[in-house]
């Protein structure tokens, strides 16, 4: 190898196989969802990344993204979004496409959240959420509220501190489009810590409050009616019994009753049993504690691994850990488990980013090394001197020498593709490439590898026989040696096999620099590629070229160049 031929090719390792760190073991932490799907968030075991997954209706678990910076410390489902906030306020959303918004920080310390539907002039799901502030929030009449309206702006004081330096305040935002809104708030008593969860029920939103000092209590309720502007601090309170509770792990909205899942012990040692009432808004009572049950029989958790509690649609979702397996299950109105899924292996079944790329990473290096090999045991017997054509030997066009090489791999990606390609149409394609977080399909990976390992085979073989593939015979291209002599097997091999390390293999980050590997072949003097540089070949005009067998051709003729 000379200096010539060894800088373009230590430019395609350094630039085509990334260092990847190896992935940690994972926990998870989030559980959350709606009518649209259930989101499962998992981080590592560091803390400083997490992936999320998520089930629709009807379906298996999917990926959604992976590999995202950060620890999220609370969420919600809101429409096809998962909202995420992180400690210290920041927010993020994800979409059940993949995308990916860091959106403005929450104003305060979040007590809770919950999905409304077309709320006040909003129409489609927005966020509601409780924050804590040491401060009154500035509450603004909507442009489009009545001049009339009943109720009363604030002053213009509103920002200001309590008055007794023991209150605070609970305040009410409203968040949409990335953006946070005020909408009401409660002065509170600053030591006052209770448990808080927020529902949304025909038309109101309900705020349940437990005592976390007390074990068994009634809860507090009161409601608020989901308007766009209204004074502060009218919440009306829910009246009707109340019944005593244990302590709670959700409040829930399903088919517009509230739903509330405590915790209660069981009668042997640390277990604990689950119960679910629901309050139905139209009646204004709370209905008998039911236990969740599963054939026939009360199911009991140990207290220190308590499910994490969602929805799916109109079913309660439940997630634990259960002798070092994440199970997740479904539970109807009735409190009632049918049957429970290991999810632990169904999303170690899941195709994991870090893993898929790792393989085009060993993928990437085996070529290397074949690469290495050729260039060594194939070494040329000459004396390395600059690449040149004969005179009046012309460079092949590179639009054609383009349209060439999309005909030649057309042929291998559609088969490799009905082989292990799952369906997909372009925009998912595109959106899949243009989004560094989404995990490609598996089969896509197969098919890409095994679609370039044909192509490559191929563009050997029609090369060295008859200097040309069919796309540049159709083109009337040809590739030739230094001189213009026909290429050896040295030659076309390293020409054809360094086409996989130019190209991006379904990594985003790579496709900047194969942006940069098309100009070179514009601002070379005989449109080489960075692989025909390191090959000592060029593609040129074969209009004056007979297309002729080595057979043909004698061992002197051979060195003869091709003009």
Partial sequence: MNLRTAIPFLLLVAVSCPVRGGGAESNWTLLRGNDQAVWLVRTGEDGGSFDVFARKIGRDWEPVVTQLTGKPVAGVAVGKQLHLIYSGGQHSIVGLDGTYIVARNAPGEILALCEAVDFGETKGPVLLAMLLRNTRPKIQRPSSAPATSTTTALPETASKKPSAPH????????????????????????????????????????????????????????????????????????????????????????????????????????????????????????????????????????????????????????????????????????????????????????????????????????????????????????????????????????????????????????????????????????????????????????????????????????ELRFGATLGKMLFRLRVVGDEGVRPKLREVALRNLLKIIELPLLDPAAFWFFGIFLLIPIITRYHQRLGDMVARTAVVDSAAIPLESDESHSPEEKKKPLT
């Fill in 167 to 462: 209150e605070a305040y609970h305040c009410l935002y409203r968040g949409a489009g990335g953006q946070w809104r005020a909408l009401s708030f409660q002065p509170v008593p600053r030591a006052d810590r209770k448990s808080l969860f927020l529902a949304v029920a025909k038309g109101n939103l309900y705020q349940f409050t437990f005592n976390a000092a007390q074990k068994e209590i009634p809860p507090s309720a009161s409601t608020w009616e989901m308007r766009e502007y209204m004074a502060p601090s009218t919440w009306v309170p829910v009246t009707g019994q109340k019944p005593t509770l244990s302590k709670p792990l959700a409040v829930l909205t399903v088919s517009d009753r509230v739903f509330i899942v405590t915790s209660a012990p069981a009668s042997e040692g640390n277990a604990r049993q689950l119960h679910v009432l629901h309050y139905d808004p139209g009646r204004g009572e709370f209905s008998k504690p039911q236990p969740i049950r599963r054939n026939g029989e009360t199911m009991t958790w140990s207290g220190d691994a308590l499910p994490q509690i969602s929805r799916l649609g109109d079913q309660l979702a439940l997630m634990w850990v259960d002798g070092g397996e994440l199970r997740f299950a479904l539970c109807g109105p009735a409190a009632v488990i049918q049957s429970t899924e290991n999810l632990s292996k169904i999303l170690h079944a899941i195709p994991d980013k870090e893993r898929l790329f790792k393989l085009l990473d060993y993928f990437r290096w085996g070529v290397i090394i074949v690469v290495v090999l050729t260039m060594v045991l194939l070494r040329p017997r000459t004396a390395p001197k600059p690449f040149v054509l004969p005179k009046g030997m012309r460079p092949g066009n590179l639009l054609k020498r383009a349209v060439a090489a999309f005909l030649d791999y057309l042929p291998f990606s559609a088969l490799a593709s009905s082989l292990f390609m799952p369906p997909m149409n372009w925009d998912e394609l595109k959106h899949l490439l243009s989004n560094p977080g989404v995990v490609p399909p598996e089969g896509l990976l197969y098919a890409t590898i095994l679609s370039l390992g044909l192509y490559v085979l191929y563009g050997i073989v029609m």
